[in-house]
């Protein structure tokens, strides 16, 4: 079981302030934490291979989610301020004589 000195070291390098209740209750929840961990540790795992995600996959995509057309070219310059006809023009960022 963790000490309340080691709860303390612990809240020192992680700059936490914690009072005297929660040093004695981080030390119960953090040794229960580690010896979970420990447990786990003891499982051999040797013949089971290595898995990306315990999901199965599946397609996300709904049956009404189909590709449509988007705004036409001349739908999307409508409101612009400024184009050339075939693109928005706006103002340059950086310049040649930068």
Known sequence: MLTVAEVERIALLARLALS???KVR???QLSAI???AAQLA???VED???TA???SIHNVMRDGDKAVAGLSR???LHNAPE???ASFVVQATFDDEG
């Open 34 to 36: 580690l010896d979970y």
């Open 42 to 44: 003891e499982l051999d």
């Open 83 to 85: 184009t050339d006809g």
């Open 53 to 55: 995600s315990v999901l």
């Open 20 to 22: 005297d209740d929660e």
């Open 48 to 50: 089971i291979p290595p």
């Open 26 to 28: 981080y030390s119960r």
């Open 74 to 76: 001349a739908d999307a």
